[in-house]
């Protein structure tokens, strides 16, 4: 069955720190993959999207994220974390030919000031 | 602005009972999910709806039931049958039928048991 997996459940950092959190899926076909946030009190909400081309995707508020094939792999990067990154983070895979998502455990970052 | 509503924000249920959580979008989306999200977890797809009247059974389908008989609307029913059914509940909806696009989220319903 496809999983995706999280490295991390919980990283604090200072701001100005930079950031990646990794994400690892399970699945050796064709993929979407996607990174979504949920600010406190507030809904999910997409961050980037791959679905093909360059490997490296840039996304809202800095963020990008690098698909290796080879590893199954598709991190979060971010050079320097603002307190307003405090969030958690999904990541997400989908099979080009299905319909059903599968989501990573999720990983809370909190930013200090 | 266009959008998803679930509604409540929280519910409360009591043994032996069914509650249904609303979930209306206004984004003219084919597709539309359920989610549930339990600490540590991440995000477990219960069950989706590519077309009006027609749905599929996602990952943890057991316990729950949904109907799609508008294009906007997705409800879905926590049964009795349901034993663990304390969660919060996420519906989304995106374009396209084939899941290539990114989902729309709302604001998500938080059920207890009492």
């Known amino acids: 069955a496809q999983s995706v997996s999280q490295h991390n459940h919980h990283v604090i950092l200072s701001e100005a720190a930079s950031l990646e959190l990794g994400c690892n899926y399970s699945y050796g076909g064709t993929v979407n993959l996607f990174w979504y946030v949920q600010y406190p009190g507030q809904h999910l909400q997409l961050l980037l999207k791959?679905?093909?081309?360059?490997?490296l995707v840039k996304g809202i508020k800095g963020f990008e994220a690098e698909f290796i094939k080879s590893k199954f792999s598709f991190n979060l990067r971010k050079p320097s974390v603002q307190w307003s990154d405090t969030a958690e983070y999904f990541c997400a895979v989908n099979k080009v030919e299905g319909q059903n998502f599968v989501f990573g455990p999720g990983t809370r970052l909190s930013v200090l000031p | 602005d266009g959008g998803i509503t679930q509604s409540p924000k929280y519910l409360f249920r009591k043994e032996g009972q069914n509650v249904t959580l609303s979930c209306e979008q206004n984004?003219?989306?084919?597709?539309m999910y359920w989610y549930r999200q339990d600490p540590g977890q991440g995000l477990r797809l219960i069950y989706y709806?590519?077309?009006?009247?027609?749905?599929q059974k996602g990952d943890i389908a057991e316990g729950y039931s949904v109907s799609r008989e508008k294009k906007e609307s997705f409800p879905l029913t926590v049964t009795s049958a349901q034993k663990n059914p304390t969660a919060f509940y996420l519906c989304a909806s995106s374009t396209g039928r084939f899941g290539n696009q990114p989902q729309h989220f709302g604001d998500g319903t938080r059920l207890s048991i009492l």
């Open positions: 791959y679905f093909s081309g360059d490997p």
């Open positions: 709806s590519q077309i009006v009247n027609d749905f």
């Open positions: 984004l003219n989306h084919d597709a």
